[in-house]
């Protein structure tokens, strides 16, 4: 049975090739949905955008995140094992999705590209911070043990995973490797752009402090000098302890901070509850983990919403 399907697949694959009168040798992946492109498969948003701008029309990028879904706690339908199953590429960050983790387990062999493993990863945090010359403790900062998965949110990390995928991407499909390299470097371009107008964006502020929904900042704050106070951890959770809220409450006056930030994809309730204890607004801080289902924008342009957020809430001039 499962031989009869394989034989009928490249059959079809073979009589697909014929058709097309392609003759010279396709990639050793064999059949993908599109023989004239090379299949790529990227676990969430900022994956597929990197996929598409570096990939162009070389490319086909399904996103296994669907839009408007929190991609923490993603489960896969078969139907996306399958994508997964079938895809030439696998663009995915180890630790973050483990339904991901799991099917590339299985099946992924050498078919996967781990953005993980691209550069050294920071540590995790709770969601806390040190205060100089206090005792650690203060505001949660427990390790959460783990590696922080959000590097997506330093423009020069996402600009350095682009180098890698488009050497991948030209591993995969030799006869394109040249423009892979080129739109890799336009990218390139693009994100060092943005870098310099967070840079000079957040230079100069009156507070540092960003009080935000779950801790996925680590790689922004890090980046530009700020520092996260996450009223959830490393992942979003439905609720966090009352001692936590009181915690959070407590850094955000202490800090004199006017905003509490929520995201698009996660309920705002929380942040609200605490911004009404504090008398602080809230706003949407987006950690880009996916696009809302109604948004329009890419990468950039959700990362210039942010900014202009930050330099207002932090009174940057
Ligand atoms: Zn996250
Ligand atoms: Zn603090």
Redesign the pocket.
């Known amino acids: 049975m499962k031989l009869r399907r394989s034989t009928a697949r490249a059959l079809a694959a073979a009589t697909a090739l014929i058709a097309l009168g392609a003759v010279t040798a396709c990639a050793e992946d064999g059949a993908g949905a599109d023989p004239q492109r090379v299949d790529v498969a990227a676990a969430f948003y900022p994956l597929q955008f990197i996929a598409e701008r570096i990939g162009g029309d070389a490319v086909r990028v399904t996103n296994l995140t669907k839009p408007g879904a929190e991609p923490h706690d993603l489960e896969l339908t078969p139907r996306q094992v399958g994508e997964v199953n079938q895809a030439e590429l696998i663009v995915y960050l180890k630790g973050f999705q483990p339904a991901v983790d799991e099917a590339v387990e299985q099946n992924g062999g050498d078919r996967a590209f781990d953005v993980a493993g691209v550069q050294p990863l920071l540590a995790g945090s709770a969601g806390?911070?040190?205060?100089e010359g206090e005792e650690a403790g203060?505001?949660g900062k427990e390790k959460d043990g783990g590696k922080d998965p959000h590097l997506w949110l330093d423009p020069t990390r996402l600009a350095t995973v682009g180098d890698r995928l488009a050497e991948r991407l030209g591993r995969a499909d030799p006869d394109r490797a040249a423009d892979y390299t080129a739109r890799a470097g336009a990218l390139r371009v693009e994100l060092e752009t943005l870098d310099a107008e967070f840079a000079a964006g957040l230079r100069t502020c009156q507070r540092r402090?960003l009080m935000v929904s779950h801790a996925a900042f680590g790689y922004l704050t890090e980046r530009y000098q700020l520092?996260q106070?996450g009223i959830t951890g490393l992942a979003p959770e439905n609720e966090p302890s009352p001692q936590r809220l009181a915690e959070v409450a407590?850094?955000a006056q202490?800090?004199q901070a006017t905003t509490i930030f929520f995201e698009t994809l996660v309920s705002p309730k929380v942040a609200e509850t605490i911004a009404r204890q504090v008398g602080a607004k809230t706003a949407v801080l987006d950690p880009l983990e996916g696009l809302s289902a109604d948004h329009g924008g890419d990468y950039l342009s959700v990362m210039r919403t942010n900014l202009a957020t930050l330099r207002t809430a932090l009174s940057c001039s």
């Open positions: 806390g911070h040190d205060h203060h505001g402090e520092d106070v407590r850094e202490e800090h």
